[in-house]
């Protein structure tokens, strides 16, 4: 056997958690993520949420201090931390999501989420679970702007 039969294969950079590895009550925290005008621009202008309150500044009338980002913008910046960090290449499909507004995220936020998993539930077939989490996301200041639960579908570790 030559050297380069013998040596293991490298491991994937990057890959999430397979089922297995997650238990109930273990908890991450993701990377931070800043929320900038182009971020809101580009997000309103690809999904068409063109309400008066992100395209007016004069709109809110001093409710809201600085440019409102839309909520779904603040979910979708979290997911794509979380999918980087926790699911990628092991996710299956994401089933459901339960979601709640608790404070306006502006541009200049700097925004990250506490993802705790809550129920791992492997399925009858297919080495995959239905795994769900609950995430808090905060501001820089640690305030609470949005909490949701997430139930997703993971794959397990591969056969030997």
């Given at each position: ?97 339960h979601k709640k507004m608790l404070a306006p995220v502006v541009a ?42 997430a139930t997703r579908m993971l794959a397990g570790r591969p056969a030997?």
């Amino acid at each position: 056997m030559t050297a380069d039969q013998n040596r293991a294969a490298p491991a994937q950079l990057g890959l999430g958690y397979y089922w297995q590895d997650l238990a109930v009550g273990q908890r991450f925290h993701t990377f931070r993520r800043t929320v900038t005008e182009t971020d809101i621009v580009n997000f309103i202008s690809a999904t068409g949420m063109l309400e008066t309150i992100f395209i007016d500044a004069t709109y809110a009338q001093g409710a809201i201090q600085g440019r409102p980002a839309p909520g779904a913008l603040t979910y979708a910046l979290i997911e794509g931390l979380i999918l980087q960090g926790m699911v990628q290449g092991t996710g299956l499909a994401l089933l459901e999501v339960h979601k709640k507004m608790l404070a306006p995220v502006v541009a200049g936020d700097t925004i990250w989420a506490e993802v705790e998993v809550t129920e791992v539930r492997p399925t009858s077939k297919h080495n995959r679970a239905i795994v769900t989490s609950a995430i808090e996301v905060r501001n820089q200041h640690g305030k609470p702007v949005m909490s949701y639960t997430a139930t997703r579908m993971l794959a397990g570790r591969p056969a030997a």
